[in-house]
């Protein structure tokens, strides 16, 4: 007899996913052989560096890399990491206590809760937001709180508005900057604030600095970690998939504070046995590459960014010109919301687009396009867009 396969609570009670009308109107679009352009993916549509890929074909046959991995990662990746950030930040850290491997950087977010949120813990998570922060959170029992990313607040949170309250029984706060999908990066002060009120109240911040080397105007952004007290409360998270096109290998890392590097390398050493060695072996190479190896990469988006911005403006659509990530966050036309633009853009110009809604709340009345399309394409868009707005 067919058995009831009950979901878990914690899966049945998942936000709605907010996507899932438009990946369905693009699927069918497709089916019906429109010629989509698809600005709604989050992932390099340009191939990981040669010499990345020729250090994972050296690595892969050796034996040792057979065997399981160690959860936290080999000393001479956590080295690796240690010697880049000493190069890029001019932060010093212990390999043997602040850094540890990560099976990309979402997966460090995922766990992080787990570590360190018991029940009804508050914790704090930027809206719009990568979602990962809150379901993280949700898997851990934890209360995410969402704080409002605004325009007129540079997209940094208002700390202000947060009551004491629920400051004290946070434990645990999420930034990402440069940010994701408002593209907006911050500045010192910013940071400064946000690390005198973990002081204050006793919370750990996590930093999830992803986009730290997708940066097109020279101004390069800083490490959380560059901020006095940081070490104190932080711990902050890298990933090799922007900066190196490598979503689909699996590597990041942590860094930071090592109590709270402890807690985590807990769960890890619980839950997974880390990071395949030759994969590290070849992220080792990665980390080590002169950065002008970069910098072409940094142009195709700012080409792309400024074909998409410009484009945009010119047929009257309100935008943020991004500095950094490969996004660029638009404001939808008055007529429509975040959703019905981005229905609008897949039915009648084959475009597909991320409603802003999509990453919270805050997100409505915006739509995220992703630059991971060549500058043709993207003055195609531009073009098809005009067509119908
Ligand atoms: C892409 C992304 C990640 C996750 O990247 P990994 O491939 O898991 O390392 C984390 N945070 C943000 C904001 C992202 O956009």
Redesign the pocket.
């Known amino acids: 007899m067919k058995k009831t396969i009950e979901l878990a609570g914690r899966v049945k009670h998942l936000p709605p996913y907010l996507f899932d009308k438009i990946d369905k109107l693009k699927k069918q679009a497709r089916a019906k052989g429109v010629d989509l352009i698809d600005l709604s993916i ?1 992932d390099p549509d340009i191939p990981t560096p040669a010499h990345i890929v020729d250090a994972l074909k050296a690595a892969a046959p050796k034996p040792e890399h057979h065997r399981y991995p160690a959860y936290e990662g080999m000393l001479a990746y956590r080295e690796a990491v240690a010697r880049w950030y000493l190069r890029r930040f001019g932060v010093t850290l212990d390999p043997g206590t602040e850094v540890l491997s990560l099976i ?4 460090g ?1 995922g766990h992080l809760p787990l570590a360190f949120v018991n029940q009804g813990d508050v914790v704090l998570c930027p809206s719009p937001g ?1 979602p ?1 922060y809150t379901i993280g959170t949700m898997f851990a029992g934890g209360e995410p709180l969402l704080m409002p990313l605004r325009e007129e607040n540079g997209y940094f949170p208002d700390f202000s508005a947060i009551p004491v309250d629920v400051l004290k029984q946070t434990k645990l706060m999420f930034l ?1 900057y440069p940010n ?1 999908p408002t593209s907006a990066v911050c500045g010192r002060g910013q940071f400064m604030e946000a690390v005198e009120l973990a002081h204050k109240y006793n919370f750990i911040i996590c930093h ?1 600095a ?2 730290s080397e997708v940066y097109f105007n020279g101004k390069k952004p800083m490490s959380f970690l560059e901020i006095d007290g940081a070490r104190d409360v932080a711990v902050e998270l890298h ?1 090799l ?2 900066t190196y096109n490598m ?1 689909g290998w ?1 590597i ?1 890392f942590a860094v930071g504070n090592a109590d709270i590097i402890f807690g985590l390398g807990k769960i890890k050493t619980n839950l997974d046995s880390g990071v395949f060695q030759a994969v590290q072996e070849a992220a080792v190479a990665a980390l080590e590459t002169d950065d002008s190896i970069l910098a072409p990469l940094r142009d195709t988006y700012r080409a792309r960014r400024d074909a998409l911005y410009d484009g945009l403006k010119a047929i009257g659509i309100e935008a943020m010109r991004p500095e950094a990530t490969f996004y660029l966050w638009a404001k939808v036309p008055a007529r429509f919301n975040s959703e019905s633009f981005a229905v609008h853009l897949l039915e009648n110009a084959g475009i597909s687009a991320t409603p802003g809604n999509g990453f919270g709340e805050a997100g409505e009345g915006y739509i995220r396009f992703a630059l991971t399309v060549d500058v043709g394409r993207m003055k195609e868009a531009v073009e098809r867009m005009r067509k119908i707005i």
């Open positions: 989050g990309g950087s979402k997966e977010i990568y990962v990402n994701n999830d992803a986009y990933s998939s922007k979503t699996r990041g």
